[in-house]
């Protein structure tokens, strides 16, 4: 079976996947990497400054296969936060 390595960009932050996980194909590989990118955008964007969290999945040659992006935009329509 395939070895896919998912590397993690958090705003300034890259952190590569040493290990990897083995997987049937690149179409399971992208599902996992989409479910991993949910899973850690809904932990960290709320209480984080980066905006954005991108899972970059890589083969076993090291050849970059596919990117998954998870981002967050809070845009505010009411009053302005008044400073105490």
């Known amino acids: 079976m395939p070895r896919y390595y998912f590397d993690l960009r958090e705003g300034e932050t890259f952190a590569p996947d040493k290990d990897g996980q ?3 194909d ?12 949910a899973q850690i955008g809904r932990e960290r964007l ?6 954005e969290i ?3 999945v890589r083969d076993e ?4 296969m ?6 967050m935009t809070i845009t505010r329509t ?7």
Do not use: K, M, N, W
């Open 22 to 24: 083995e997987f049937a």
């Open 26 to 37: 690149l179409d399971s590989a992208e599902y996992e990497a989409a479910c991993t990118a």
């Open 46 to 51: 709320p209480a984080s400054e980066a905006r």
């Open 54 to 56: 991108t899972i970059e």
């Open 61 to 64: 040659h090291g050849q970059q």
């Open 66 to 71: 596919l990117a998954v992006t998870v981002s």
């Open 78 to 84: 009411g009053p302005a936060r008044e400073d105490t």
